[in-house]
């Protein structure tokens, strides 16, 4: 176990390092460049606790209380990857305060992109919920058997 945590442990912490190399190249090539570093290396994380992380919160509370115990999961799940989408979209969709123009990327409608992305993401939740509540249903009791009555009724002689 020790020989496959250090294969992978070595190659991420060479990327880490090259990572680093190239982020302090860029911030010092120009101030521009060095205050565009800061306001990311600095400004986002500070961004993410200040208002991604409560509200996030909050979406989970909400979910836990108003959600049935079987919904929950997919909701959850399904609520966290719209969160990622809808971060990923912002630098297309927000382009008047995007950076450099890239011609082969910018032909296209992100906007209806992600709505058609978080639109196929929500119908897989409802489709995963509705399989859990069907899976998790509880089996139907049984018909009771009519009883039948004998009757005492006189046995025919000899």
Partial sequence: MR?????????????????MVLAIQFALHSFRDGRSAIAFFIGGPVLHDALVAPFVGLIGLVISRWV????????????????VLALLAVPAVWRAYAGQHNPGLDDRNY???????????WV?????????????????????KPTVIQSESPTPGP
Avoid: D, E, M, Q
């Avoid at 906007?111 to 993401?121: E, Q, R, S």
């Avoid at 399989?131 to 018909?143: G, M």
């Fill in 68 to 83: 049935g115990r079987l919904w929950r999961t997919p909701v959850r799940l399904g609520a966290a990857i719209s969160g």
């Fill in 3 to 19: 020989t496959g945590r250090l294969a992978f442990a070595l190659p991420g912490l060479a990327a880490l390092a090259w990572g």
């Fill in 124 to 144: 897989l939740v409802v489709a995963w919920g509705v399989f859990r509540r069907r899976r998790h249903r509880p089996p139907k009791p049984l018909p009771a």
């Fill in 111 to 121: 906007t209806a992109g992600l709505l058609i992305a978080v639109a196929v993401v």
